[in-house]
RNA sequence: GCCGAAGUGGCGGAACUGGCAGACGCGUAGCUCUCAAAAAGCUAUGGACCUUGCGUCCAUGUGGGUUCGACUCCCACCUUCGGCACCA
């Protein structure tokens, strides 16, 4: 029997009885504010059959999660792929016992760009996991104090809830955790072959220290003065943000450099290809800018300047300015500078105690003192104080012949160039702040171009004159014979010169420095090398064996400058060898005292079980390394690990794993119980299994084919430079190494099936970036010491993740983040539930002509405006199977706008234009229903005339809407095709069951998305002055026919000529008089 | 200081390649329903003015400019937020 169940607003619920018999008032709900779903549901012929009628995620999220885990809907065929997307979000690093809604907020505008790309047909890899791994999650652990293995555990199982109940489309099976011995192995086994081919290395470098701590910090720790200046006093009288001391992030001591022995990777060989790549990749333009300034390439000359602290000896500076070489009048070495000995051993007397001490001093100093901030003799302009001190000896200009003095000076760094400046105080505002000091001579070689007297335009600003230093291109002057050269000539001409007199190298500099990998910490991967003092006595090493002999050279590009002077780094490899791979993984032991020892020396030093081993080659007493590794590089190969960790072949009889066991009994609040997922038994032990690869590498080579490089890599703007900039080095480290298979030659890959042809080529990791923006609350940047942090459990719990989801994506752009508030989500909860009811009422009865429809009495026009007259809309037996041409009309404008949106990550434009569509939608639900008036001025609502949603629309709205609301568009599709996605029956090709999410996105036909009357602007002299609506495509002449008829326009122009008439077609017309 | 992004109602934010500024949502006000409240719905909502209209004027950080027309482009400045920084 046919019923019509129609839904006005709200609980304001009707329901009909389409026969005529039994048609009493009983079928009739009356419209009251006490709406009982209970009271209606014997009245509801659908509501028995299917459940609640009301919109319930507490019931239907779990459901759904439930089972799509079990179907493995969300699960590619990850050898047989035949369309692969990988859709890579950055994955979280736990430094809390969950994440917050900002976490949450990039992983859902990650997932709805998989759920779109899904829908339209590729086949989603969509993998998850922890960086658990590093100091973060040490950090949190001393604060909490626990040890990081029992809290990781913790941290774990509750994210991993988090990230179930968020409703994204993971698969599951291939999650990993790095601090697993099954993944760090293989990050350890990383690290051993880039030291067999000479691309980690062992030097001395500068640590960060805190004296307070007694620790060894790592850069991430240490913040500046600044920010925690600004919760001690809001008085902003400092308004100087360049007085930055750089402190401990945990106790505000300021941190101190020490020397210690660090473990390197050779990264400064890539910088011309990480330089180059960045050409090639689709990424937000931000980022890219971020790695080039990383990189920081610039173009010079090395100069020799003969100076007399020896006979022939030399002073080597690189400069970018050739172009000052006349005006240089000193010479600057950092107080590290190897040519200091020398003048020390030369010196005499009081000169050479003063230098001893200076020198001695600088290098103690802390970093900010030896920026050395002074007051400021006003307050607005402070500036940095120059130290140094003269020394008895001279540099020879090569251009002048002049004789300049030798300075050692601390503001040069030992760690740029080469650790000497040429001193040119004209044209450097350091050069020219240091000559003021110790006066110094200051010759003025270049001069502002243009016309003499035209003056002032040139670009000086009011700071650079004030300081009568001219740091801009321009002419040059007291140039010998380069004078009238601009800057640009001169550059090229003196350097030209440069190199054919001798004295100087074209160079480029970089300011990239190689990576330092080793942490002095416990929390990480345990650097797989042993030390053996007596090969190190025997000059021996892993260098010197037969298995280094047979080992391929790699090409190596020679950056001998590459911001890594050697001076500052010797290499020391005698004595090591890496762990034999047999051997991996090492271990991370379970330390109970792992806080940082305050010696600079790793935690795992303390465990003599650990360190004791025999050396691989001579089996004397040896050590092991006790340094980790750094979280960057757990963190800058795992998204090539994910595709490479096994499926579970087959679910019985297994253990549960661990993890998964300990996410499903936290989510069994949100009744999902371990029975219920058998899928994720065994998932461990298999992964255990995992890629014992017929080879021994970290991946597949066939599954890696196909998947990578990264389709989509969705992440935060802040790891922008080192994140992505570390995985990049690597993965054209591996690229080198051979571990791909990528090739030109064979781009439909025979072996294992298509591989993807990226755009940017093979050597690229990540073809497409997009940095997401930062959510932030009430106003402000979520903290903890600001206590805004938003959990997104309560909200879950209280409006359902699909109200979150929605309702964070519709907070702003994606790339540009957001501002939540508890008023706003409320909204959106709203906007859910009015699609519920809608797709609820209209859905279901579509398929019968409504005959009581027409039956009813012709309408009197509504109060609200009605877009779509029925009466225009043909007859009523087609009213069900047939939609309006406007209709239809805002149905394909509405695909098009939501299906461009979601392909530029623009989801909050996307979420409005549903919801206009809805609003449109429901307006023709209510169609002219109208309030009659009863006896005794009770109201009773009857539906006299309106136009049916069509089923065509439902599916499409449902469709547009489900990778924002996954569980809620499930539901009601499920109600919608009458059957349960999960039976056996319903598989789609890719032989997934037919869920919403792989049906295919709705298409628009660009003809209908496009309305046939628009409304035109009429201008005159600019301003609007009327709208008419025309056909599209109408011509100038009928426009300006038709316009100057109009009232208000003819008031403006009256009876003029026109000077001009400006028509743009199909937007407006402008009358210029 | 350098690099990058941005500045629009009471609020979050829309606005394509220069073409109706304020979509969508929140909030607020009035109304409907109710004994009442909640929920839900309807209407209005940048400011000013009057002659209340298919009305006019003013409005997108500030000041200029280009243009028939500027949130959008150009110049200068102010502010905010990110990143880098004695980089020679």
Same mark, same amino acid.
């Given at each position: ?882 939609? #309006? &041409? ?6 394909? +404008?509405?695909?098009? /706008? !939501? =299906? %461009? ?92 069951? #037919? &869920? ?6 709705? +298409?628009?036909?660009? /003809? !209908? =998305? %496009? ?63």
């Amino acid at each position: 029997m046919p019923y019509l169940a129609k839904i006005v607003h709200g609980s304001q619920l009707i329901v009909h009885r389409l026969s005529m018999q039994n048609h009493s008032s009983k079928n009739k709900i009356r419209l009251s504010d006490n709406f009982d779903p209970k009271a209606i549901e014997s009245k509801w012929p659908f509501g028995k059959a299917q459940g609640k009628q009301d919109y319930d995620p507490g019931v239907i999220e779990p459901k759904w999660q439930k089972v799509w885990e079990e179907e493995r809907l969300y699960q590619p065929d990850i050898k047989r792929s035949k369309n692969p997307f990988y859709n890579l979000m950055m994955f979280p690093y736990p430094s809390a016992l969950g994440l917050h809604v900002g976490n949450i907020y990039a992983f859902v505008g990650s997932d709805i760009h998989g759920r779109f790309k899904r829908m339209q047909g590729f086949e989603v890899f969509e993998p998850i996991g922890l960086d658990g791994f590093g100091i973060h999650s040490e950090n949190f652990a001393l604060k909490v104090g626990e040890h990081p293995m029992d809290l990781s555990k913790k941290t774990e199982s509750a994210i991993y809830a988090q990230l179930r109940a968020i409703g994204n489309g993971f698969a599951w099976f291939h999650k990993l955790e790095t601090y697993i011995s099954d993944y760090y192995k293989w990050t350890q086994w990383i690290f051993i072959q880039l030291f067999k081919r000479g691309l980690a290395y062992r030097a001395e470098a500068d640590v960060n220290w805190c004296p307070s701590c007694k620790t060894v910090l790592a850069d991430e720790q240490v913040v500046r003065k600044s920010e925690a200046r600004n919760q001690i006093s809001e008085k902003s009288e400092i308004r100087n943000p360049k007085s930055e001391i750089w402190v401990c992030e945990r106790c505000g001591t300021e941190v101190q450099k020490r020397k210690l022995e660090q473990w390197f990777f050779k990264i400064t060989n890539y910088t011309d290809r990480l330089l180059l790549g960045l050409e090639k990749i689709d990424w937000s333009e931000k980022v890219k800018v971020a790695q080039r300034n990383w990189l920081g390439k610039s173009e010079g000359l090395l100069l020799k300047f003969e100076s007399d602290i020896e006979s022939y000896s030399q002073v080597e500076v690189f400069t970018t300015r050739p172009d000052t070489l006349f005006g240089v009048t000193f010479m600057a070495l950092a107080p590290e500078h190897p040519q200091v000995i020398k003048i020390l051993d030369k010196s005499k007397g009081l000169l050479r105690l003063q230098i001893q001490k200076y020198v001695t001093d600088s290098i103690r100093k802390p970093e900010s003192e030896r920026i050395g901030l002074a007051e400021a003799e006003n307050q607005k302009a402070r500036e940095v104080v120059k130290t140094g001190i003269k020394t008895s000896f001279h540099c020879t200009n090569p251009v002048t012949g002049k004789r300049v003095p030798i300075f050692i000076a601390d503001y040069v760094l030992m760690s740029y160039g080469t650790g000497a400046v040429m001193g040119v105080p004209a044209h450097d505002q350091r050069d020219y702040l240091f000559a003021r000091k110790y006066q110094i001579d200051i010759v003025e070689v270049v001069k502002p171009a243009g016309p003499v007297g035209s003056f002032p335009p040139d670009t000086r600003t009011a700071h650079q004159i004030s300081q009568q230093t001219f740091t801009d291109y321009g002419v040059l002057v007291n140039s010998g014979e380069f004078n009238g050269l601009n800057s640009q000539e001169a550059i090229k001409a003196i350097s030209d010169f440069a190199v054919k007199k001798g004295f100087g190298v074209k160079k480029v500099m970089w300011h990239l420095r190689d990576w330092i990998i080793s942490r002095q910490r416990y929390w990480g991967a345990p650097i797989p090398m042993i030390f053996c003092q007596s090969c190190e006595k025997a000059g021996k090493s892993w260098f010197t064996t037969v298995e280094a002999k047979k080992q391929k050279k790699l090409p190596i590009s020679s950056h001998e400058m590459a911001g890594w002077p050697a001076s500052n780094t010797s290499r020391s490899d005698a004595g090591w060898y890496p762990v034999p791979e047999s051997g991996l993984p090492v271990e991370l032991p379970y330390i109970k005292n792992f806080k940082p020892t305050g010696t600079g020396v790793s935690p795992l030093a303390t465990d003599p079980n650990f360190v004791k081993v025999k050396c691989p080659d001579c089996g004397s007493e040896a050590r092991r390394e006790t340094d980790v590794s750094d979280t960057f590089l757990d963190s800058a190969w795992y998204f090539l690990r994910y595709p490479s960790v096994s499926l579970p072949e087959n679910s019985a009889n297994q253990q549960v794993s661990r993890s998964v066991n300990q996410s499903i009994s936290k989510s069994a609040d949100r009744k999902v119980s371990k029975s219920e997922i058998p899928a994720y038994r065994n998932a461990e032990k298999q992964i255990h299994r995992h890629s014992e690869f017929s080879e021994n590498l970290p991946w597949d080579r066939q599954i890696t084919k196909r998947w990578l490089p990264v389709d989509m890599y969705i992440g935060g703007a802040e790891h922008s430079v080192l994140h992505i900039l570390y995985s990049r080095f690597l993965w054209k480290v591996f690229y080198d190494f051979g571990y791909f298979d990528f090739s030109a030659k064979n781009p439909n890959g025979q072996l294992g099936g298509p591989a993807k042809m990226p755009a940017s080529g093979w050597e690229e990791p990540f073809s497409k970036f997009r940095a997401h923006g930062l959510l932030i609350s009430e106003g402000a940047k979520m903290s903890k010491s600001k206590g805004n942090v938003v959990l997104p459990d309560p909200y879950i719990e209280k409006f359902g993740a699909d109200t979150l989801r929605t309702y964070l994506m519709f907070c702003g752009r994606f790339s540009e983040g957001g501002d939540f508030r508890d008023t706003g989500i409320e909204g959106m909860h709203r906007f859910l539930k009015r699609v519920w009811r809608l797709v609820m009422s209209a859905g279901p009865v579509t398929t019968f002509p409504p005959a009581s429809a027409q039956s009813s009495q012709p309408s009197k026009p509504s109060q609200s405006s009605e877009p779509f007259d029925l009466r225009a809309v043909g007859g009523p037996s087609s009213r069900a199977t047939r939609i #309006s &041409s406007g209709a239809l009309h805002l149905m394909h +404008k509405t695909i098009k /706008k !939501v =299906s %461009e949106d979601i392909e530029n990550l623009r989801y909050n434009t996307a979420i409005a234009a549903i919801m206009e569509w809805v609003g449109t939608l429901e307006k023709r639900a209510v169609g002219s229903s109208e309030l009659i008036d009863q006896r005794q001025g009770r109201k009773e609502l009857r539906t006299m005339n309106y136009e049916l949603i069509t089923q065509e629309e439902v599916r499409t709205l449902l469709l547009l809407l489900a990778p924002f609301a996954p569980y809620m568009t499930e539901e009601l599709w499920s109600r919608l095709a009458g059957n349960q996605v999960t039976g056996a029956s319903g598989k789609n090709k890719s032989g997934k069951p #037919s &869920s919403i999410h792989n049906t295919p996105w709705p +298409k628009y036909d660009p /003809k !209908v =998305s %496009e309305s046939e009357k628009i409304e035109l602007v009429v201008q005159v002299n600019g301003k609007v002055r009327d709208r008419i609506i025309v056909d599209r495509g109408i011509e100038k002449e009928d426009t300006q026919r038709l316009v100057l008829d109009l009232k208000n326009t003819q008031k403006y122009v009256s009876g003029k000529k026109p000077k001009k008439v400006i028509f743009v077609k199909d937007r407006l017309i402008n009358i210029v008089i």
